[in-house]
């Protein structure tokens, strides 16, 4: 399951859960990619707040999927969620490898949150 929704603070947000096979991986960059073109017409930062913390470990399949699709979405600063350390050292091993300097890991929403407000 998954949801990807514009929250109050507009903050692109991506709530995953469970398993995502890679056509549900490319429909939630579609969605990200299409609320991200709406606030850069709104004249607006494009903010990404992925909630990773419900997801099971993506497949490798699914790794090459996002981040070849993510790459397609135009973003300010990209911010992932989860308390799996094994979730968070893959992910943190992607935003180096990537080289991606607006993009970080978080252990709890909150700290997410106040550094894509930063």
Known sequence: MYKVFLNPDNIIEVINEGPKTPEEQADTIAQGKK??????????TVLVFDD?????LPSEQLRKVGSTLEKLVDFDKLAFFTTDLQMKIMVDFMIRAGGEVKTQVFKNREEAIAWLKS
Do not use: T
């Open 35 to 44: 609320l991200s073109e709406q606030l850069r017409k709104e004249g607006k």
């Open 52 to 56: 990773l913390s419900k997801m099971d």
